[in-house]
């Protein structure tokens, strides 16, 4: 187990183990793709529009961030959209309808992600329901409470100072004029530097991937495992929490119809970011770095004025390309 353990830690978090090429290549389609675009168009590296490309990342890049925790287990979340959907909403009942303040807002929005995935834990760990169909089941009734709670229409947080501060303002230009990095981005930072902290120096990080390695090997050495998969997928949660927050910020509502298919989005950065599907290998930074390339992909195709509908053909091939990789990279492991 300790050998597990061990082995984890080099493949976590933002260092650069086994998961090196992998980061290595991510980053290098990045970089190619900036280029690129740069080339095709010279208002890609406008200052407005690196600013945008960052804002997009944050609330996908926030998702992945979560999503990449479950996916190392060897399971998957297909709820995370409508999950910060609901969240968003919850948000908008603290702070509009009973009119309590901010703090509770953010509290009840976190806390509400990290009920949720606890109960899709659940699901999977005590029920043992495939994690695939247990989250759809999660998705569905989410979309739903979501519409029945909002009564299908959009609340807004017009009364509540503040609250467009967490994703629009800067904390950073305020102090740095000449760097105004939206609050939402830092966010994201943070979020992602506090999972790769977990994932590499907690208890909780090792268990991640040695659940991911080989979870029976695991339930053998004593470990309750159902408890820690649990805790995994309600810590995944709260994470989508700190995404509705960040989406209703930027938006300045809570839109009930909003969240389906920001999943694909955000399984699509953690693939393409290194992740393995299987389980037991992923880092952080390759997360972050896949949310960005799907960022200036979509970017990028909206300046050149692609279609939307081949942007959505794009980001399917991109993500099966992503998908075969990951297999190519396991058979030579193999």
């Given at each position: 187990?300790?050998?597990?353990?061990?082995?984890?830690?080099?493949?976590?978090?933002?260092?650069?183990?086994?998961?090196?090429?992998?980061?290595?290549?991510?980053?290098?389609?990045?970089?190619?793709?900036?280029?690129?675009?740069?080339?095709?168009?010279?208002?890609?590296?406008?200052?407005?529009?690196?600013?945008?490309?960052?804002?997009?990342?944050?609330?996908?890049?926030?998702?992945?961030?979560?999503?990449?925790?479950?996916?190392?287990?060897?399971?998957?979340?297909?709820?995370?959209?409508?999950?910060?959907?609901?969240?968003?909403?919850?948000?908008?009942?603290?702070?509009?309808?009973?009119?309590?303040?901010?703090?509770?807002?953010?509290?009840?929005?976190?806390?509400?992600?990290?009920?949720?995935?606890?109960?899709?834990?659940?699901?999977?760990?005590?029920?043992?329901?495939?994690?695939?169909?247990?989250?759809?089941?999660?998705?569905?009734?989410?979309?739903?409470?979501?519409?029945?709670?909002?009564?299908?229409?959009?609340?807004?947080?017009?009364?509540?100072?503040?609250?467009?501060?967490?994703?629009?303002?800067?904390?950073?230009?305020?102090?740095?004029?000449?760097?105004?990095?939206?609050?939402?981005?830092?966010?994201?930072?943070?979020?992602?530097?506090?999972?790769?902290?977990?994932?590499?120096?907690?208890?909780?990080?090792?268990?991640?991937?040695?659940?991911?390695?080989?979870?029976?090997?695991?339930?053998?050495?004593?470990?309750?495992?159902?408890?820690?998969?649990?805790?995994?997928?309600?810590?995944?949660?709260?994470?989508?929490?700190?995404?509705?927050?960040?989406?209703?910020?930027?938006?300045?509502?809570?839109?009930?119809?909003?969240?389906?298919?920001?999943?694909?989005?955000?399984?699509?950065?953690?693939?393409?970011?290194?992740?393995?599907l299987s389980g037991g290998r992923g880092t952080i930074l390759g997360t972050l770095i896949g949310a960005l390339i799907m960022a200036v992909l979509t970017n990028g195709l909206r300046i050149l004025s692609v279609a939307q509908e081949w942007q959505t053909v794009?980001?399917?091939?991109?993500?099966?390309?992503?998908?075969?990789?990951?297999?190519?990279?396991?058979?030579?492991?193999?």
């Open positions: 187990m300790s050998t597990t353990a061990e082995t984890s830690r080099a493949k976590s978090g933002f260092s650069l183990g086994a998961g090196a090429y992998q980061k290595l290549l991510a980053f290098a389609s990045l970089v190619l793709l900036l280029i690129g675009f740069s080339l095709a168009s010279p208002n890609f590296m406008q200052t407005a529009n690196i600013i945008a490309i960052l804002q997009a990342t944050a609330v996908n890049g926030v998702l992945a961030v979560g999503v990449t925790l479950v996916i190392i287990t060897g399971g998957i979340d297909l709820s995370v959209g409508t999950l910060m959907t609901f969240c968003a909403v919850i948000t908008g009942v603290v702070l509009t309808y009973w009119g309590l303040p901010l703090p509770l807002g953010i509290v009840a929005a976190i806390g509400t992600g990290a009920l949720c995935g606890l109960t899709s834990g659940f699901f999977v760990a005590k029920m043992k329901i495939p994690p695939f169909i247990a989250t759809l089941g999660m998705m569905l009734m989410l979309k739903g409470l979501s519409l029945v709670i909002s009564g299908t229409k959009p609340i807004y947080f017009n009364d509540t100072p503040g609250f467009t501060e967490i994703s629009r303002g800067s904390l950073i230009g305020a102090v740095l004029p000449s760097l105004p990095l939206p609050n939402g981005v830092l966010i994201l930072f943070l979020t992602a530097f506090a999972a790769s902290y977990i994932l590499e120096r907690t208890v909780l990080g090792r268990y991640t991937f040695a659940l991911g390695s080989n979870e029976e090997s695991v339930r053998l050495s004593g470990v309750n495992v159902d408890a820690w998969k649990m805790g995994i997928y309600a810590l995944s949660g709260g994470i989508c929490g700190i995404a509705g927050l960040l989406i209703a910020s930027r938006l300045n509502s809570a839109q009930p119809a909003l969240g389906q298919g920001y999943e694909l989005e955000a399984i699509a950065a953690v693939v393409i970011g290194g992740t393995s794009v980001t399917g091939a991109i993500i099966i390309m992503a998908v075969y990789a990951d297999m190519m990279r396991r058979r030579k492991m193999g």
